[in-house]
């Protein structure tokens, strides 16, 4: 009797089991052909997708041999949602240039959406996206209108930043916070005016709220919140924690915003990016459905925060330890600075067209490292023809901006750390179109303009100053940026500033 109830049992759930696997398959092929002619690629699994075939620690080099197995373009599923991979310089130029409008969409991470409840630049599409987009970069590009350029702000912090370095007296340091600081004062200089002291409350609290967002994001449980926000939420933990402080920044934010509101009208000058906003919504109190409103305001700003710091003060991270692990570059770099700065100034952008070696080293510093191999996820907005595929409205679409970076087509050295990529036979900078560490087309990077001058200005004046050198011979340093949900980052390092005179 036992032994059939046992038997009975085995086999029901065998069959409940076939069955559930039988109605996935049937609901992933129906998706599939409801999806008509989607790109090609790995068979997906019920409920995982291609999960399995996936490197999750290096996912972008499967998508590339993906790409290689089925094409430039090819889908993969992610559990059960469609990513279209898009490779190769001339695909990402058909589809976020030529195709640019439909390829504008910005998918959707839940964690990046709860972070601003859905407003501002980065996480919008359509026409939220639009009109904040082309408000912050007049605005950025404007700044300087009333009092100082953007640049004087960068040479400012600069300047702060040698003086930090150089209080070390020569000691030991990883140089991770005092740069994390100087690019987040940078972007507190373009929001609000003005830089702060590193250890002042007001800067400590919009620096924690970034760092800690970035933590948490990277964190598993940041994983975990992108796949399941509505159970995370319910739960303590890193992210409500983070959340909280996030809210609190935002509320600091705001309070800046009233304060200004008060004494601005419509026809004021801007002095900082939060003033151009508010008179921008004075502008616009009775437009209808104006996007410009506190939410957007707080969006915004925490999105020049959050796409900002990490990425430029990592490059510069990376830039010091290929200095470090090349002696000899970093001699002919300060060479070129002595040659065209001298000791007396400080470095500006006029000088960089007769640096060519130096743009050239920056160039190469961001192309080897590859910060973004996958930029940030877009998406279609509406159904579109590539190709001869069919990509229904809305499906993620990641631009593979590695695969062009290290294209051996388009690179003189592909695989190596070499300035040579971006300098012609006489010794002189060499565009090249293929560099898209910013991406490309519509949703190409909007900071690119200021994160070029910082990246510049920060370089120089640290090595007009300072020789960097590291605690192994360069033969045993590894440069190897280590991969993130986000991006690639640089490995944690120590280090020697050495006062060059
Ligand atoms: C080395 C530094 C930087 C790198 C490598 C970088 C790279 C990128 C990349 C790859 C994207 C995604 C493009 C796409 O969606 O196709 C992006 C977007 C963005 N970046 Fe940067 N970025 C840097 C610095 C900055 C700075 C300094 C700011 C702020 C002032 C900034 C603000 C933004 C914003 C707001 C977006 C979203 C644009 C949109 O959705 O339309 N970035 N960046």
């Known amino acids: 009797m036992m032994e059939t109830l046992v038997f009975l049992q085995t086999n029901l759930l065998s069959i409940v089991l076939g069955l559930v696997t039988c109605i996935l398959v049937w609901m992933i092929r129906g998706k599939q052909k409801s999806f008509g002619r989607f790109p090609p690629g790995p068979r997906p699994v019920p409920l995982i997708g291609n999960l399995l075939q996936i490197d999750l620690k290096e996912p972008y080099k499967s998508y590339e041999e993906f790409c290689k197995k089925y094409g430039s373009v090819c889908t993969i599923w992610l559990a059960n949602k469609p990513v279209v991979i898009l490779s190769g310089y001339q695909t990402l130029k058909d589809a976020l240039v030529t195709q640019g409008e439909e390829f504008s969409g910005r998918a959707q991470y839940p964690f990046l959406m709860k972070a601003t409840n859905g407003y501002g630049v980065l996480v919008s599409s359509g026409h939220r996206w639009r009109e904040l987009r082309r408000f912050s970069i007049t605005t950025?590009?404007?700044?300087?209108?009333?009092?100082?350029?953007?640049?004087?702000?960068?040479?400012?912090?600069?300047?702060?930043?040698?003086?930090?370095?150089?209080?070390?007296?020569?000691?030991?340091?990883?140089?991770?916070?005092?740069?994390?600081?100087?690019?987040?004062?940078?972007?507190?200089?373009?929001?609000?005016?003005?830089?702060?002291e590193y250890k002042d409350p007001e800067f400590l609290l919009l620096y924690n709220a970034v760092t800690?967002?970035?933590?948490?994001?990277?964190?598993?449980?940041?994983?975990?919140?992108?796949?399941?926000?509505?159970?995370?939420?319910?739960?303590?933990?890193?992210?409500?924690?983070?959340?909280?402080?996030?809210?609190?920044?935002?509320?600091?934010?705001?309070?800046?915003?009233?304060?200004?509101?008060?004494?601005?009208?419509?026809?004021?000058?801007?002095?900082?990016?939060?003033?151009?906003?508010?008179?921008?919504?004075?502008?616009?109190?009775?437009?209808?459905?104006?996007?410009?409103?506190?939410?957007?305001?707080?969006?915004?700003?925490?999105?020049?925060?959050?796409?900002?710091?990490?990425?430029?003060?990592?490059t510069l991270r990376q830039m010091l330890l290929m200095m470090i692990k090349h002696p000899q570059i970093q001699a002919r770099v300060q060479k070129e600075i002595d040659e065209v700065v001298g000791q007396d100034r400080s470095p500006s952008m006029e000088d960089r067209s007769k640096m060519p070696y130096t743009d050239a080293v920056i160039h190469e510093v961001q192309r080897h490292m590859d910060l973004a191999p996958t930029s940030l996820p877009h998406k279609v907005t509406a159904d579109t023809e590539f190709k001869s595929y069919h990509i229904p409205k809305d499906t993620m679409v990641l631009p593979?901006?590695?695969?062009?970076?290290?294209?051996?087509?388009?690179?003189?050295?592909?695989?190596?750390?070499?300035?040579?990529?971006?300098?012609?036979?006489?010794?002189?900078?060499?565009?090249?179109?293929?560099?898209?560490?910013?991406?490309?087309?519509?949703?190409?990077?909007?900071?690119?303009?200021?994160?070029?001058?910082?990246?510049?200005?920060?370089?120089?004046?640290?090595?007009?100053?300072?020789?960097?050198?590291?605690?192994?011979?360069?033969?045993?340093?590894?440069?190897?940026?280590?991969?993130?949900?986000?991006?690639?980052?640089?490995?944690?390092?120590?280090?020697?500033?050495?006062?060059?005179?």
Not at 160 to 187: H, M, Q, T, W, Y
Not at 430 to 449: T, V, W, Y
């Open 212 to 314: 800690d967002a970035f933590i948490v994001l990277n964190s598993r449980i940041g994983q975990l919140y992108n796949m399941f926000p509505g159970i995370l939420d319910r739960f303590p933990g890193k992210h409500r924690d983070m959340f909280a402080l996030l809210q609190e920044a935002q509320a600091y934010v705001k309070k800046e915003a009233d304060i200004r509101l008060k004494h601005l009208d419509a026809n004021s000058i801007p002095q900082d990016f939060i003033e151009a906003f508010v008179i921008k919504m004075i502008q616009e109190k009775d437009v209808p459905n104006s996007e410009f409103h506190y939410g957007n305001l707080l969006g915004s700003v925490w999105n020049l925060f959050s796409a900002g710091t990490e990425t430029t003060s990592s």
């Open 140 to 196: 950025l590009k404007n700044f300087g209108m009333g009092r100082r350029s953007v640049e004087e702000r960068v040479q400012e912090e600069a300047r702060s930043l040698v003086k930090a370095f150089d209080e070390l007296n020569g000691g030991l340091f990883d140089p991770r916070e005092l740069l994390c600081n100087a690019v987040s004062n940078v972007i507190c200089s373009t929001v609000f005016g003005h830089r702060f």
């Open 400 to 501: 593979l901006l590695s695969s062009v970076l290290f294209d051996p087509k388009l690179w003189k050295n592909p695989n190596n750390f070499d300035p040579e990529n971006f300098l012609d036979e006489e010794g002189r900078f060499k565009k090249n179109d293929a560099f898209l560490a910013f991406g490309l087309g519509k949703r190409i990077c909007l900071g690119e303009g200021l994160a070029r001058m910082e990246l510049f200005l920060f370089t120089c004046s640290l090595l007009q100053r300072f020789t960097f050198v590291g605690t192994k011979p360069p033969e045993e340093i590894v440069t190897n940026p280590k991969n993130c949900s986000f991006g690639r980052l640089p490995c944690v390092y120590d280090c020697y500033a050495k006062l060059r005179v």
